[in-house]
């Protein structure tokens, strides 16, 4: 089982790494873990907008400047 604390504006949440059939759509847990998902995606939005931002002023600095390089499956999974 894998486990991340996060604090998110004083709360503190504590993900579980499971299904949504593991708690079943339970009432109990729907509330929260939209929350949490909502949570998840601004902030992954935020980071694709940094990214793309960084990438296009190193783009408009330089024209040879290798985006390629950057633009793989480690780089992503790492953001």
Same mark, same amino acid.
């Given at each position: 089982?894998?486990?991340?604390?996060?604090?998110?504006?004083?709360?503190?949440?504590?993900? /579980? @790494?499971?299904?949504?059939?593991?708690?079943?759509?339970? /009432?109990?847990?729907?509330?929260?873990?939209?929350?949490?998902?909502?949570?998840?995606? $601004?902030? $992954?939005?935020?980071?694709?907008?940094?990214? @793309?931002?960084?990438?296009?002023? $190193?783009?408009?600095?330089?024209?040879?400047?290798?985006? $390629?390089?950057?633009?793989? @499956?480690?780089?992503?999974?790492? /953001?």
């Amino acid at each position: 089982m894998s486990t991340t604390g996060i604090l998110v504006s004083g709360d503190r949440f504590l993900s /579980v @790494k499971s299904s949504t059939d593991g708690i079943g759509w339970n /009432v109990q847990y729907r509330e929260r873990l939209e929350t949490f998902l909502n949570f998840i995606h $601004a902030t $992954a939005t935020q980071v694709y907008s940094l990214s @793309k931002f960084i990438f296009l002023c $190193a783009l408009h600095d330089d024209a040879s400047f290798d985006i $390629a390089s950057y633009i793989n @499956k480690e780089f992503f999974s790492e /953001v």
